[in-house]
């Protein structure tokens, strides 16, 4: 089959880090531009615009969009008029409404839409599901905590309205929660703690159930120094689930289970192709409706200003 014909809006720290490598190591691509303010690609037709890149280069088929979510709905909106088949970054934008007409829009033009959650891709993920399938879940905790000085230098979309503060790393422990559980959860209680400097949260404290009464407890926090934490722990009748390391790695009453190399990506781009062939639409707000209820539900408190 031919090379999907590829381009790449927002060509920065995740362009970078895991589309480019990503993309060429599979056949099903070829990289034909990039459309970014600044950023370039190395040998590849560079526009500043979205809509200079789709009049210039008219073969191209599929296109990226790595921006910050703020900014993602405008240049969806402009690639599926166009009738390109259309990769979300995670989140998939900056609210529900607009992502459910993006899914309107992909769908009357007949093109692939897909709202990709890359940790859902984490190696273990599908070995947690299969695990917790086969078993009564007692409780969960979920502990998302990090060095938002390490991880996001200097990236201030982050912390303007829209750009989710800790839920952009928390969205991808709701991405897995969402998959690995055999029941919907919803949120119960919600406590967000904003720096007096800035419109998004530093932490999250999030209290979930399901309709059986399953309790899911998350807590989230950017400001964790020393050692990090991506884990979803489970008591079950089965034993203690350990999912660790973001997805990476699955233990049960301390022995490890499942560990594979990380090619989250690599997944994420077999999966888009699979949609463009299939003619589907891949796009799952469950993830974003969690972070969206948060904002709802959640108490506020201001804390320390915050500065890089
Ligand atoms: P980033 O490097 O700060 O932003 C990506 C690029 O978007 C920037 O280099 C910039 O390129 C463009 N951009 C920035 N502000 C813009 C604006 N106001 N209008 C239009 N374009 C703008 O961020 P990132 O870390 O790559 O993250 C981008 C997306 O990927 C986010 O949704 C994030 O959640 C997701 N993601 C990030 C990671 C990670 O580890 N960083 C992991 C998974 C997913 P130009 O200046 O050249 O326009």
């Known amino acids: 089959m031919a090379p999907i014909k590829l381009a790449i809006v927002g060509v920065g720290k995740i362009v970078r ?24 690609v190395e040998g590849v037709p560079a526009f500043t615009t979205i809509q200079a890149m789709l009049e210039a280069v008219p073969e191209i088929t599929a296109v990226s969009l790595c921006m910050p979510p ?90 303007q309205a829209g750009g989710l503060g800790i839920f952009d790393p928390g969205i991808n422990a709701l ?19 904003f720096p007096e400097n800035r419109d998004a949260p530093i932490a999250a404290d999030l209290r979930f159930c399901d309709a059986a009464g399953l309790e899911v407890h998350a807590e989230f926090d950017w400001r964790q120094t020393g050692k990090q934490s991506w884990d979803i ?3 079950t009748d089965a034993g ?18 499942f560990s594979e190399p990380e090619k989250e990506y690599f997944e994420l781009y077999k999966r888009f192709a699979a949609i463009i062939a299939n003619g589907t639409l891949d796009v799952d707000l469950a993830p974003l409706t969690h972070v969206a209820d948060a904002f709802m539900l ?11």
């Open 233 to 235: 722990i489970a008591d």
């Open 70 to 159: 703020q900014f993602r709905y405008e240049a969806a909106h402009a690639a599926l008029n166009a009738g390109k088949h259309v990769f979300l970054e995670k989140p998939p934008g900056a609210t529900l409404s607009e992502v459910q007409d993006l899914v309107r829009l992909a769908a009357g033009k007949k093109v692939s839409l897909f709202a990709s959650w890359h940790s859902r891709y984490a190696p273990a993920v599908e070995a947690a599901k299969t695990f917790l399938a086969g078993t009564r879940i007692r409780n969960m905790q979920v502990i998302w905590k990090e060095d938002v000085r390490h991880w996001h230098p200097n990236q201030d979309w982050i912390w």
């Open 175 to 193: 991405s897995i929660v969402t998959h690995i559980l055999p029941n919907a959860i919803f949120l119960t209680k919600a406590s967000l703690e």
């Open 17 to 40: 880090d895991q589309h480019l490598p990503s993309i060429a190591k599979i056949a099903d691509y070829e990289l034909v531009a990039t459309a970014s303010r600044h950023g370039t």
């Open 240 to 257: 203690q689930m350990v999912l660790s390391e973001g997805g990476a790695k699955l233990s049960v009453d301390g022995a490890l289970t």
């Open 298 to 308: 959640g108490r506020r408190k201001f804390v320390d200003s915050f500065f890089d």
